[in-house]
């Protein structure tokens, strides 16, 4: 199955070569690209795409405020796509707030040209792109900015886990792959697969990388532990 993807970004030369690069991919389709958030949006609600690579600064509507359009649509607008945000900054507080909002991960944009086209392909299958340390260091920073954790509806959610999906959750956050929590809790990786879907499931959260985030504002996962 082909992914459709576009691309927001201010910059002509950055649209074009990320273009390029997806395009000449036989199971990936790009439909179009916009200079700002406000064309961003009016074009995937036009061409419905399966994943929008959104850049972080942008004129007109940045990407945080166009990743909450998207991931939030309006009555009557259906359609919405998986929102994988793009940055220059390793640290960006604008890429926490859109984590929260709903985008399934982050990616630098000098990232090698074969790690763009992956996260593509992990976005589109419903994957948080979560795996780059760099992800747990900025999710890690600002957690620690943040004021200490309710612990009172979160823990009634919390309570809601068996003591194995509990350890899952604490693994994810973590930022271990599903094999490496195969291998830290000795389960096959099909068993770890499960037991992620019931933590998203039963904590009403969308994937890995809101999960990691409840988990640090949970207070289940104090930032700076290993």
């Known amino acids: 199955m082909t992914t459709r993807v576009i691309i927001v970004d201010d910059q002509a030369m950055v649209r074009a070569g990320f273009a390029a690069l997806l395009a000449a991919q036989s199971d990936i389709d790009v439909v179009g690209d916009a200079p700002d958030g406000v064309q961003g949006v009016a074009l995937s609600r036009r061409t419905h795409p399966d994943v929008v690579l959104m850049d972080v600064r942008m004129p007109e509507m940045n990407g945080l405020e166009a990743a909450r359009q998207l991931l939030d649509p309006p009555i009557g607008a259906t359609h919405r796509p998986k929102v994988l945000m793009l940055t220059t900054f390793d640290v960006d507080d604008y890429v926490y707030e859109a984590l929260r909002a709903g985008a399934s991960g982050f990616l630098l944009k000098d990232a090698p040209p074969a790690d763009l086209i992956s ?69 096959a990786e099909q068993t770890v697969k499960t037991h992620i879907g019931r933590v998203l499931a039963k904590l009403e959260l969308r994937d890995r990388a809101q999960a990691v985030i409840f988990a640090y504002e949970s207070g289940l996962v104090a930032p700076g532990e290993r």
């Open 119 to 187: 996260a593509v392909r992990v976005v589109a299958a419903g994957e948080a792109l979560l795996a780059p340390s760099v992800t747990r260091r900025l999710i890690a920073d600002f957690a620690r900015q943040r004021p200490a954790p309710r612990k009172d509806r979160a823990s009634l959610r919390l309570n809601g886990l068996t003591p194995r999906e509990t350890e899952v959750l604490e693994l994810i956050a973590r930022g271990l792959s599903n094999q490496e929590i195969a291998d830290a809790l000795i389960l």
